[in-house]
């Protein structure tokens, strides 16, 4: 289901509001089975960016894979990265009694990808151009990455309505997920070292 450009500025807008911890974000998204599966046409908003990303990142060894191979280990893993979480969360949903606020947190999530790409990709652009010394680089890395570890927190605490430790656990099973499918695609291309 593509949403129309109305729908996708306005919950561009929830996700940037989301981004700054304005609980007003939330409604800017359509939380109903309509907008949950439209939600997901970020995966094809974001899909160019990430693109510059994943070129941004490989190395001669990557390279050296014929770019079938590259190009279908890396839609595989991008497919995966954008329906194992959602799946993960349908099952915590309904342990936590959360069912309910299930759709209107994916749409939340899936929204919320689209500023959080713009980050990281404005951090790899900093890493390529080599515009700060390594040590101050890597704080930079850190720093963004522990930022959007919190925006993530605050939009699964709100949405999901749970405490603090559950919203932690949700960040840490979504890291996790997204490590090990970035782990096993690494691998698959030959990537020293992993991710």
């Known amino acids: 289901m593509i949403p129309d450009a109305g729908h996708v500025t306005a919950a561009l807008a929830g996700a940037f509001r989301l981004l700054r911890f304005d609980a007003s974000g939330f409604r800017f998204f359509d939380p109903s089975i309509d907008g949950f599966l439209r939600s997901f046409f970020c995966a094809v908003l974001i899909l160019p960016l ?10 001669d060894d990557e390279l050296a894979n014929p770019v079938l191979r590259i190009a279908a280990v890396e839609a595989i893993a991008y497919v995966i990265g954008w329906t ?32 959080q790409v713009v980050l990281m ?21 850190l720093g963004a ?24 656990g949700v960040v ?6 997204s490590f090990l499918i970035a782990t096993v695609a690494a691998a698959m291309l030959g990537r020293p070292g992993g991710v």
């Open 50 to 59: 990430y693109l510059v990303l994943i070129a941004l990142r490989m190395d």
């Open 84 to 115: 194992a979480f959602p799946l993960l969360i349908a099952f915590l949903t309904e342990v936590w009694d959360r069912a309910e606020r299930y759709t209107g947190y994916i749409v939340a999530y899936n929204w919320g990808a689209a500023p």
């Open 121 to 141: 990709l404005a951090v790899s652009l900093v890493r390529a151009l080599g515009l700060f010394p390594a040590e101050l680089l890597a704080g930079l890395q």
């Open 145 to 168: 990455m522990v930022y959007l570890m919190a925006v993530q927190w605050f939009v699964a605490r709100r949405a999901l309505d749970i405490g603090p430790g559950a919203a932690l």
């Open 172 to 177: 840490a099973a979504d890291f996790l997920l």
